[in-house]
């Protein structure tokens, strides 16, 4: 699997933006898709992840109520919805995946993904 990250861009406060994170190579439904971000001078954090089925999903508290994370194995693609956008926010967004056999288990600890995709921009500023 090779992912693809796209989506990001300039926006103000309580703007909103959608990620995609698009998967090329096997079958996407038994690979698990966590979304993290690292800001300027910061160390990479998680922010969202969902199962391979999408029935599963985890929020960092940071973004819980304005972020939604979605996928589509049809498509290949999982979304990250972001509402609600504020200058903490910024930052670049990197979509990660690894194969489970649980297609229900939900994944938050980056060092447990084997595949990264490069970063999309987000930057919100009035």
């Known amino acids: 699997v090779q992912l693809q990250a796209s989506g990001g861009g300039l926006v103000q406060p309580g703007d909103s933006l959608r990620l995609s994170c698009a998967a090329s190579?096997?079958?996407?439904?038994?690979?698990?898709v966590g979304w993290f971000r690292q800001a300027p001078g910061k160390e990479r954090e998680f922010v969202s992840a969902?199962?391979?089925?999408?029935?599963?999903?985890l929020y960092a508290d940071s973004v819980k109520g304005r972020f939604t994370i979605s996928r589509d194995n049809a498509k290949k693609t999982v979304y990250l919805q972001m509402n609600n956008l504020k200058p903490d926010d910024t930052a670049v967004y990197s979509c990660?995946?690894?194969?489970?056999?649980?297609?229900?288990?939900?994944?938050?600890?980056?060092?447990?993904?084997?595949?990264w995709g490069q970063g999309t921009e987000v930057t919100v500023s009035s």
């Open positions: 190579g096997p079958p996407f439904s038994t690979y698990a």
């Open positions: 969902i199962s391979g089925s999408g029935t599963g999903t």
């Open positions: 990660a995946a690894t194969y489970t056999l649980n297609v229900a288990r939900v994944i938050q600890r980056q060092t447990d993904y084997r595949i």
